[in-house]
Every structure is written in structure tokens, then in C-alpha cells.
């Protein structure tokens, strides 16, 4: 069975570089394309990032390229966003998966406020 939990979130301050987490099971990390997706308050969902399979070539969005960073950890079945120059606007619930799968974890809330 697949599932994710989402971790790290919380309340940061602009400027920030705080480091999410995404526990995957029911599946390999390293043979699927993994992303990053977020949800801010009255918007869709939106992608973030993501990093293939082969090669781990990673992409990102335009408003976070420069200052987000996609990674995992094979061994750990891991999936990581390490995030930098936290905006507000960055305030979304955050979460990982594969698009080969239906499955959504439960997220978590990234909250950028002083």
C-alpha cells in the first residue's frame, strides 16, 4: 500500500530555510519520478518540483527555482525539499508523491509570517 507523511513543516520566518521531509512506503523512491506539490489557502494545488528516476535530474517551478532543492535518500526511502529565502507567499500545506500513483499523504503546513 502506498503512503507518505509529510514532516518538517511549521512557522517560519521570511527568509528562512527550513528542510521538509516526505516518508515514502508501499513502493521504491528510486525508481519512480518523485515531486513536490503545494496548496495555499483558496488556490489549486500546484507542483513544485521533482526529480526523476534516471540520473536524478531535478526541475522546479519558476517561483521557487533558485531557492528550493529537491533530494532523496535511497536507503531511507526518502524524499526531501530543503527550502531557502522563505517568502509569505510560500505559506501552503506542502506534499510529496509519485505520479504513478493515485495516493496523496496528508501534507504538511509551511506557514512563512514574522
Known amino acids: 500500500q502506498v503512503q507518505y507523511v509529510e514532516s518538517g513543516g511549521g512557522l517560519v520566518q521570511p527568509g528562512g530555510s527550513p528542510r521538509i521531509s516526505c516518508a515514502a512506503s508501499?513502493?521504491?523512491?528510486?525508481?519512480?519520478?518523485m515531486a513536490w506539490y503545494r496548496q495555499s489557502p483558496g488556490k489549486e494545488r500546484e507542483w513544485v518540483a521533482q526529480?526523476?528516476?534516471?540520473?536524478?535530474?531535478?526541475t522546479y517551478a519558476n517561483s521557487v527555482k533558485g531557492r528550493f532543492t529537491i533530494s532523496r535518500d535511497n536507503a531511507k526511502n526518502m524524499v526531501y525539499l530543503q527550502m531557502t529565502s522563505m517568502k509569505p507567499e510560500d505559506t501552503a500545506v506542502y506534499y510529496c508523491?509519485?505520479?504513478?500513483?493515485?495516493?496523496w499523504g496528508q501534507g504538511t503546513q509551511v506557514t512563512v509570517s514574522s
Open positions: 508523491r509519485t505520479p504513478a500513483f493515485a495516493t
Open positions: 508501499g513502493f521504491t523512491v528510486s525508481r519512480y519520478r
Open positions: 526529480i526523476t528516476a534516471v540520473g536524478a535530474v531535478t
